[in-house]
C-alpha cells in the first residue's frame, strides 16, 4: 500500500509516522518553500507541486491528483486543514480510483451546510443551541427567529468553518444590518450568502467529542477533549479529560458524540464540538469535524492508543473493534506552540531555527516537523511544534509534566507562544483548575498580563 | 536554482543533508577538495576556509559541503539571496530550464536536440498533469546543453529539464 | 524538599526531572569533565566535587556529603552505579540526617554478600540457581559440591556484581586452577576473595522483577522486564512483557519477586534478576539489585507509571497503594544508544556531539544528557541515550515504531550502536519474537553479521 | 581558565549557554563590539568577523559571543586547546588561584590582602569539606589583585578564588 500525504508540516510528519509503523509507502508532495522541510525527508518519496501559494500547491486538486498518478499511490490522506473537509476533493480521488482517508464526498457534501447539519443531529436527538431551525429565508425571518430565540444572538453562514463568518448581535436595532453585512461577508468567502441563527451562550466551556466508525458507522467515542483555552477561536491548550465533567454528565455527553456521528453518516475519525454550560451538565452541539485534529495527540497520551493508524485502517475497510476508551486517573494536555510573538498581538513570526531542543523523558511527546536550521515563513499557519504531556497523577501531574518540558525547551530563530505557555502554566488559576473559567478565559488573562 | 525564491537565509554548519533528505534538484556548485584534513576534522579551519572562498561568490546561490574523511562527518551549507544565480565554469555561463508544473514531459525533440539555439520565451515542449498543461519556456537565450529528463518522464515542479549555455 | 542527585548522565537528568515535576529543589554534583553538561544546567543549583576520575567525583562519599551540607540537600538520590548500591554511603548519608532514597545501609550491607542473599532468597521459597548453599570454605569443598551440582559450573564472587568476577568450569580438571585464579580476581576487585559455586545454566533468558516496596515492606512487583539481548553480561536491549511467559508462569514469577525482595528486607525500589529456562516456566533467581535500574522507562512506558516518583515518594515514607500493574496487549521495548563502535569490537567512542535530532511523535521516548555540542569523553559509562518504544499494538508495534524512530535519529559526532539496532530491529528472527532465543544469541548474531 | 582540560573542541554557532545554563566560571574575553549590525543578523558575516579575529589568538581558551539586538539572539562559541589560556590584557598577565576541593574556604587575611606579593608554592588558605581539607596553593608568583569569594563562604571544585597579576 502507498499513500499520498496531501498536507505539510507537523501533521504530515504525523501521518508519515504511521505510515511507516504500518509498514506502507508514504508519498510526499510540496510547495517549493517546503523543499527542504521534514516531510519531505522522511517519506518515501516526494513531488513539488507548485509554488508557494497554497492555490498552486496544496489546494491545488489538479497537481495533488497528477502527483497520485505518477507516484503509483494507492490512498490519499488528507490531513486537516487545506482540502481535508473539501468534498470535491474527496470525490475527485474516489472517482481516480484512490483510497480517500477521510468520509466519502457525498457525505461532505451534505454536511457542508452547517444548518442543514444541525438540524439532522437534531433529529437524532442531540441537544444544539437554541436557535433557527435549518437555514434563514431573510431578515425578516432572522428578526422573528431571535425574538423567539432571545437576545444576544449568532448570525452564522451555513457554509462558514473554523470559527470565521459569525456576527454577534445584541438587540434588534442591529438585527438587519448584521443580517446584510454576514450575508455579503458570506458571500464573499465562500460564495453562498445562506446564513442561521443561533443564541449567543456566554461562559461556556468548549468541550469535543473524538469518534471512531467503520464503513458500516459501528464505533465508538473517546473521554473528551477541552479545548476551552482560546484566542479568538483559535486553540492554544487542549486537554483530556475535561476538568469541569462528572461522570454522569460523561457518559450522556459521549453518547451525544457517538449519535450526532452516527447522523451525519461519517464513517472515519470525526470530531464533535459541543459548548459545555456552567451547570457543568447541559452541553449543545456545536459543529462536527470530519478530519484529524491537530489536537488528536491528547486523546492518544491519554489512552495509549493510535488514532491516525485507526483513521487509516478504517478506511481500508477494517471492521471496528473496541479500543480502550477511558483511563483512570490519567490526564493529558497539549501545548501549541506557534511562531507567533505574544508581545506583540501574536503577530506571525519567521526565521531560521538557529536553536532547538526538545523536551523528553517520562510522559513528554513533542510533534514538530522543525530541524535545527530549517526556515519558518508565514505561507501557511503558524503551528511549529507541540507538546504533550501527560502523567497517571491527574491534571496536577500533567501541569506539572509540561511546566517542565516548557522549562526544557529551546527553540531559537523566531518568536513564539512558549513565553506565553510557560506563564499560563505557572498560573495558579489555570493551573490549580478547581474553579470553571470559559472560553474568554484567555483573552481576559491576556489582557490582565499585557501580553497582547 | 535560479527559480528557488526560498533561497533568503544564511545558516552555517546545518546538519548534513544527504541521501533520502536531500532535496532532489540542489546544485553542489562547490567543489574545491580542502586539502591538508587528514585525522580529525578541525571544524573552525574548515568553516573559516568556506566561509572566505565563499564570501565574493556574487553568483552563488547554495554552498554544500560534506567531509567523510574523519569518523564524524560534517557538512557546511551555506544558502545565500539567490538574486543572480547561474551556474557558470571556467568563463562559460550556463542557465537551467525548469519545468513550470507536475506532470508528464513531452519534449520537441528538434528544439532539444544538443547543440540548438534557442530564445528566450521559446516554448521547448509541454507539461501535462492531470487538469493543465504548461509550456516549457525558456528563461534565457543560449545553446543547448545537456537534457537532464527523458521524454515522457514524470517530472516536478521545478525539476531542471534542460542545460543551456547562455 | 530539596534533593541532591549524586549521579551524573542520563540518570541524574531523569532524577531532575521527577523532583521539578514533585516541585522539589534538585542539586546537582558533577566533576570538572561533567561542568557543562545537561543536568548542571538542569538543576537548581550544582556543585563541582573534582576533577574527573570518579574517586575524586562521583565516587568520593566526603566531597558529596560536604556538598550536601553546603546546599542544605535534606534527600540523596544516588542513581545507578557510583555509590548507589554502596552501603557505606548510605549509611553516611543516614549518620549526616539525610534521607538515602534506596535501601538501608543495613540491608545493603546484609546483601553485599551474594552467596548469603542466595540463601536468604532460598528460605523464602524462591528457586534458586542450584549449587553451593552459601559461600564456599576451599577448593575441595567446591569440588565436593560441583560433583553434586554437575558440570558446567560457575565460580562466582560472593562480593562480585554485574556480571564481572565469574569464571565458567566445564570439567573436574579444570576446578582447582579456576578456584584460585577467581579467589585472586574476587580479592583484587573488591578485597574479599570469598566463592560461592552455582550450575552453568545454558540457553536460558534473563527476566526480571522490578518491585516497589514501602517501609513496610508492602508493596507489589510489576510485569517482567526480559533483557536478553545482551553482550558480555551488558543489557543492549530490554522489552516488557517477556515474549516467552504464559500467564500462569508470569503469576507465579511476579510473586516470587515480591517474595525474594520482601525477604531481603527492601523497602524502596528494586529489582529481582531470574534466568528463565527454555521450558517457559522454570525461573530460578540470580541477584538482587537495589537501585533504580538503567531500563526502568520500559516498565514505564508500558504501564503509564512513573518508578522514578514513587521511588522518592516511597523513601520519603508514602505508603504503599497498588499501581496498574500490567497492560492488555501493550507492549513497550527500549534501545540503548552507546557511544561504542559495533564495527571495532564495541570500542568506546568520544567526540562532541556535532548533529543531534532525537525521533519524536507517539510512543517514542528518548531519555538522555546530551544536547548539540556536548562533549562525550571516555572517563564514564558509554550510555549516550535511551530511545523507547511503546504501542498498543503488541510486541510487533513496539518494533516497528522503534524501527521508525531509529530511522529519525540523527546522531553525529562519534560512533554509537545505533546502526546495529538498526540492523537488529530489522532482523526478521530477532523482530518476529516468535522462536526462543537465548542471552547468547546477540553474540551469536554479532558473529554471524561480522560486526565484531 | 587555565584549569578547565576539559577545552580540547572546536564547535561553531553552538546554541546560546545563558543562565543557568552557563558554565559558572567561563571566562568571556572577547567583548568587541559588532557594528553596524542592525536589525536582522546575517549569522555568516557575524561568524566570519568572529572567526578572523580569534584565528590568531595563541592565549585563547574560550571565546563566547552573543548577539540579541535582532529577534533572534545568536550565540558564538569557539573553544580551543587550552594549552595556554591566562587571560591578559594591555600587556598586564594575570593568573586565577582555584579552589583545590569543595568545602568551607578560609583565607589568610594577609597573604590575600590588595597587593601583596605571593610566591608559586604559597598557600593562601584552606578549603575544608567533611573528611578533608586542602591547602590553596598559589600557581604562579604575582600580586593580589582581587578577592574573588569571601572568607567562610562554600565553593566548588575548581572555582575562582582570588585573581594575580603575575
Same mark, same amino acid.
Given at each position: 500500500?502507498?499513500?499520498?500525504?496531501?498536507?505539510?508540516?507537523?501533521?504530515?510528519?504525523?501521518?508519515?509516522?504511521?505510515?511507516?509503523?504500518?509498514?506502507?509507502?508514504?508519498?510526499?508532495?510540496?510547495?517549493?518553500?517546503?523543499?527542504?522541510?521534514?516531510?519531505?525527508?522522511?517519506?518515501?518519496?516526494?513531488?513539488?507541486?507548485?509554488?508557494?501559494?497554497?492555490?498552486?500547491?496544496?489546494?491545488?486538486? +489538479?497537481?495533488?491528483?497528477?502527483?497520485?498518478?505518477?507516484?503509483?499511490?494507492?490512498?490519499?490522506?488528507?490531513?486537516?486543514?487545506?482540502?481535508?473537509?473539501?468534498?470535491?476533493?474527496?470525490?475527485?480521488?474516489?472517482?481516480?480510483?484512490?483510497?480517500?482517508? +477521510?468520509?466519502?464526498?457525498?457525505?461532505?457534501?451534505?454536511?457542508?451546510?452547517?444548518?442543514?447539519?444541525?438540524?439532522?443531529? !437534531?433529529?437524532?436527538?442531540?441537544?444544539?443551541?437554541?436557535?433557527?431551525? #435549518?437555514?434563514?429565508?431573510?431578515?425578516?425571518?432572522?428578526?422573528?427567529?431571535?425574538?423567539?430565540? +432571545?437576545?444576544?444572538?449568532?448570525? !452564522?453562514?451555513?457554509?462558514? #468553518?473554523?470559527? @470565521?463568518?459569525? =456576527?454577534?448581535?445584541?438587540?434588534?436595532?442591529? /438585527?438587519?444590518?448584521?443580517?446584510?453585512?454576514?450575508?455579503?461577508?458570506?458571500?464573499?468567502?465562500?460564495?453562498?450568502?445562506?446564513?442561521?441563527?443561533?443564541?449567543?451562550?456566554?461562559?461556556?466551556?468548549?468541550?469535543?467529542?473524538?469518534?471512531?466508525?467503520?464503513?458500516?458507522?459501528?464505533?465508538?467515542?473517546?473521554?473528551?477533549?477541552?479545548?476551552?483555552?482560546?484566542?479568538?477561536?483559535?486553540?492554544?491548550?487542549?486537554?483530556?479529560?475535561?476538568?469541569?465533567?462528572?461522570?454522569?454528565? @460523561?457518559?450522556?455527553? /459521549?453518547?451525544?458524540?457517538? @449519535?450526532?456521528?452516527?447522523?451525519?453518516?461519517?464513517?472515519?475519525?470525526?470530531?464533535?464540538?459541543?459548548?459545555?454550560?456552567?451547570? @457543568?451538565?447541559?452541553?449543545?452541539?456545536?459543529?462536527?469535524?470530519?478530519?484529524?485534529?491537530?489536537?488528536?495527540?491528547?486523546?492518544?497520551?491519554?489512552?495509549?492508543?493510535?488514532?491516525?493508524?485507526?483513521?487509516?485502517?478504517?478506511?481500508? #475497510?477494517? $471492521?471496528?473493534?473496541?479500543?480502550?476508551? !477511558?483511563?483512570?486517573?490519567?490526564?493529558?494536555?497539549?501545548?501549541?506552540?506557534?511562531?507567533?510573538?505574544?508581545?506583540?498581538?501574536?503577530?506571525?513570526?519567521? #526565521?531560521?531555527?538557529?536553536?532547538?531542543?526538545?523536551?523528553?523523558?517520562?510522559?513528554?511527546?513533542?510533534?514538530? =516537523?522543525?530541524?535545527? =536550521?530549517?526556515?519558518?515563513?508565514?505561507?501557511?499557519?503558524?503551528?511549529?511544534?507541540?507538546?504533550?504531556?501527560?502523567?497517571?497523577?491527574?491534571?496536577?501531574?500533567?501541569?506539572?509534566?509540561?511546566?517542565?518540558? /516548557?522549562?526544557?525547551?529551546?527553540?531559537?530563530?523566531?518568536?513564539?507562544?512558549?513565553?506565553?505557555?510557560?506563564?499560563?502554566?505557572?498560573?495558579?488559576?489555570?493551573?490549580?483548575?478547581?474553579?470553571?473559567?470559559?472560553?474568554?478565559?484567555?483573552?481576559?488573562? /491576556?489582557? $490582565?498580563? !499585557?501580553?497582547? | 536554482?535560479?527559480?528557488?525564491?526560498?533561497?533568503?537565509?544564511?545558516?552555517?554548519?546545518?546538519?548534513?543533508?544527504?541521501?533520502?533528505?536531500?532535496?532532489?534538484?540542489?546544485?553542489?556548485?562547490?567543489?574545491?577538495?580542502?586539502?591538508?584534513?587528514?585525522?580529525?576534522?578541525?571544524?573552525?579551519?574548515?568553516?573559516?576556509?568556506?566561509?572566505?572562498?565563499?564570501?565574493?561568490?556574487?553568483?552563488?546561490?547554495?554552498?554544500?559541503?560534506?567531509?567523510?574523511?574523519?569518523?564524524?562527518?560534517?557538512?557546511?551549507?551555506?544558502?545565500?539571496?539567490?538574486?543572480?544565480?547561474?551556474?557558470?565554469?571556467?568563463?562559460?555561463?550556463?542557465?537551467?530550464?525548469?519545468?513550470?508544473?507536475?506532470?508528464?514531459?513531452?519534449?520537441?525533440?528538434?528544439?532539444?536536440?544538443?547543440?540548438?539555439?534557442?530564445?528566450?520565451?521559446?516554448?521547448?515542449?509541454?507539461?501535462?498533469?492531470?487538469?493543465?498543461?504548461?509550456?516549457?519556456?525558456?528563461?534565457?537565450?543560449?545553446?543547448?546543453?545537456?537534457?537532464?529528463?527523458?521524454?515522457?518522464?514524470?517530472?516536478?515542479?521545478?525539476?531542471?529539464?534542460?542545460?543551456?549555455?547562455?
Amino acid at each position: 500500500m502507498k499513500v499520498l500525504v496531501a498536507n505539510r508540516g507537523e501533521i504530515a510528519v504525523r501521518v508519515i509516522r504511521a505510515l511507516k509503523e504500518m509498514d506502507f509507502k508514504s508519498v510526499a508532495v510540496y510547495s517549493e518553500e517546503d523543499r527542504s522541510s521534514s516531510p519531505v525527508a522522511m517519506a518515501d518519496e516526494a513531488w513539488c507541486l507548485g509554488a508557494s501559494p497554497a492555490k498552486e500547491s496544496y489546494l491545488n486538486i +489538479g497537481r495533488i491528483l497528477t502527483a497520485a498518478r505518477l507516484s503509483g499511490a494507492q490512498a490519499v490522506h488528507p490531513g486537516y486543514g487545506f482540502l481535508s473537509e473539501n468534498d470535491v476533493f474527496a470525490s475527485a480521488c474516489e472517482d481516480a480510483g484512490l483510497i480517500f482517508i +477521510g468520509p466519502k464526498g457525498s457525505v461532505m457534501a451534505n454536511l457542508a451546510n452547517k444548518a442543514e447539519t444541525k438540524r439532522l443531529v !437534531k433529529k437524532a436527538g442531540v441537544s444544539v443551541i437554541p436557535g433557527s431551525e #435549518g437555514p434563514l429565508g431573510n431578515a425578516q425571518e432572522a428578526m422573528t427567529q431571535a425574538r423567539e430565540t +432571545g437576545y444576544p444572538v449568532l448570525l !452564522k453562514a451555513s457554509f462558514g #468553518g473554523g470559527g @470565521r463568518g459569525i =456576527y454577534l448581535v445584541r438587540d434588534e436595532g442591529e /438585527l438587519s444590518r448584521a443580517y446584510q453585512m454576514a450575508q455579503s461577508q458570506a458571500n464573499a468567502a465562500v460564495g453562498k450568502k445562506e446564513l442561521y441563527l443561533e443564541k449567543f451562550l456566554e461562559n461556556t466551556r468548549h468541550v469535543e467529542v473524538q469518534v471512531a466508525l467503520d464503513i458500516k458507522s459501528q464505533g465508538q467515542a473517546f473521554v473528551e477533549r477541552d479545548c476551552t483555552i482560546q484566542r479568538r477561536n483559535q486553540k492554544l491548550i487542549e486537554e483530556s479529560p475535561s476538568p469541569f465533567l462528572g461522570e454522569q454528565a @460523561r457518559a450522556k455527553l /459521549l453518547e451525544a458524540g457517538l @449519535r450526532a456521528a452516527q447522523a451525519c453518516g461519517i464513517s472515519t475519525l470525526a470530531t464533535v464540538e459541543f459548548l459545555l454550560m456552567s451547570d @457543568r451538565k447541559t452541553f449543545y452541539f456545536m459543529e462536527i469535524n470530519k478530519r484529524i485534529q491537530v489536537e488528536h495527540p491528547v486523546t492518544e497520551e491519554l489512552l495509549g492508543i493510535d488514532l491516525v493508524q485507526l483513521q487509516i485502517a478504517l478506511a481500508m #475497510g477494517q $471492521r471496528w473493534a473496541p479500543v480502550a476508551a !477511558k483511563s483512570d486517573a490519567r490526564h493529558a494536555i497539549e501545548a501549541r506552540i506557534n511562531a507567533e510573538d505574544p508581545a506583540h498581538n501574536f503577530l506571525p513570526s519567521e #526565521g531560521v531555527v538557529t536553536a532547538c531542543q526538545w523536551p523528553g523523558g517520562p510522559g513528554i511527546r513533542v510533534d514538530t =516537523y522543525l530541524t535545527p =536550521y530549517s526556515t519558518l515563513g508565514v505561507s501557511y499557519d503558524s503551528l511549529a511544534a507541540k507538546i504533550i504531556a501527560s502523567s497517571p497523577h491527574g491534571r496536577s501531574g500533567a501541569v506539572a509534566r509540561m511546566r517542565r518540558a /516548557l522549562g526544557e525547551l529551546k527553540l531559537e530563530g523566531f518568536s513564539t507562544t512558549a513565553s506565553l505557555h510557560q506563564e499560563l502554566f505557572a498560573d495558579s488559576f489555570f493551573a490549580g483548575g478547581e474553579q470553571w473559567f470559559s472560553t474568554r478565559f484567555l483573552e481576559e488573562w /491576556l489582557g $490582565r498580563r !499585557k501580553f497582547n | 536554482c535560479s527559480s528557488l525564491t526560498y533561497l533568503r537565509v544564511c545558516s552555517l554548519l546545518a546538519p548534513c543533508q544527504t541521501g533520502a533528505s536531500a532535496p532532489k534538484n540542489w546544485e553542489f556548485i562547490f567543489a574545491r577538495t580542502l586539502t591538508g584534513k587528514k585525522g580529525k576534522i578541525k571544524i573552525m579551519d574548515l568553516a573559516l576556509e568556506v566561509l572566505e572562498w565563499a564570501k565574493d561568490k556574487k553568483d552563488l546561490a547554495e554552498v554544500y559541503y560534506e567531509n567523510k574523511s574523519g569518523s564524524a562527518p560534517v557538512a557546511i551549507r551555506l544558502v545565500f539571496d539567490a538574486a543572480s544565480s547561474a551556474p557558470s565554469s571556467g568563463g562559460k555561463k550556463f542557465a537551467y530550464v525548469h519545468s513550470p508544473t507536475i506532470g508528464a514531459l513531452a519534449l520537441n525533440k528538434e528544439k532539444v536536440a544538443l547543440g540548438s539555439k534557442v530564445t528566450a520565451g521559446d516554448s521547448l515542449g509541454q507539461v501535462s498533469g492531470d487538469k493543465e498543461m504548461a509550456q516549457i519556456t525558456v528563461p534565457l537565450s543560449g545553446r543547448v546543453v545537456e537534457v537532464l529528463s527523458r521524454d515522457g518522464a514524470g517530472v516536478g515542479f521545478g525539476e531542471p529539464l534542460v542545460l543551456l549555455e547562455i
